[in-house]
């Protein structure tokens, strides 16, 4: 941090680590991605509520699988949860909709879901107030959901609301490859404390 050798953003503040560093935004500021990828997770790392007939191909959303998931029970109490391996930045998820390789009007995706995130898989905080967001309409269209901000968390459950035919996706998880700080308009959040008579101006 000293030295200048870190790459973190004017508005956050670096912290020196064994043999590397870490940034955080300061008070009254958020990171956002600027750019990301897929995270380097093992099939091993996903997690699933229910498996269609227990079929051991079917129990995965990785995108490196051949089937991804498809759920057994059709309500929205089914759910995948990724463990990262460590708490770190998260920018969002990717969703795709599933079609049998050798039978293309075999075809299912997840149209809406939700998503929480957690530091330790027990206490589990909803992203957008637990509002749903927009899953796929196809099987072939990758959908990108970025999150505004970024999250700081080691798991993710994604949460099907609506379906198509069947609860089945495959899913990664993104990671930011850089990130920036930006100004956390306090009057949009409602973190300001002006009276009920006042016009609340950001700075």
């Not at 490196?64 to 949860?81: K, M």
């Amino acid at each position: 941090c000293t030295t200048g050798a870190h790459d973190c953003h004017a508005k956050a503040t670096c912290t020196n680590t064994a043999g590397a560093f870490s940034c955080s935004c300061n008070a009254g500021w958020e990171p956002k991605t600027v750019s990301y990828t897929a995270a380097a997770l093992a099939e091993s790392a996903f997690s699933v509520s229910s498996v269609y007939n227990n079929h051991a191909d079917l129990d995965s959303p990785h995108m490196g699988t051949v089937y991804g998931w498809h759920a057994a029970v059709l309500d929205q109490n089914q759910w995948v949860i990724a463990d990262m391996g460590s708490v770190q930045y998260i920018s969002g998820i990717v969703t795709k909709g599933y079609v049998y390789p050798t039978n293309t009007a075999d075809q299912k995706w997840v149209t809406s879901f939700k998503v929480s995130v957690s530091y330790d898989a027990v206490s589990w905080t909803a992203l957008r107030g637990g509002a749903a967001f927009t899953g796929n309409t196809d099987y072939t269209t990758l959908v990108y959901t970025i999150f505004s901000p970024l999250v700081w968390a080691r798991y993710v459950r994604i949460e099907p609301v609506t379906w198509y035919v069947r609860i089945s996706m495959y899913a990664d998880i993104l990671v930011p490859t850089s990130w920036i700080c930006i100004d956390v308009n306090e009057c949009t959040t409602g973190a300001h404390d002006c009276g009920a008579v006042a016009t609340c101006s950001n700075t």
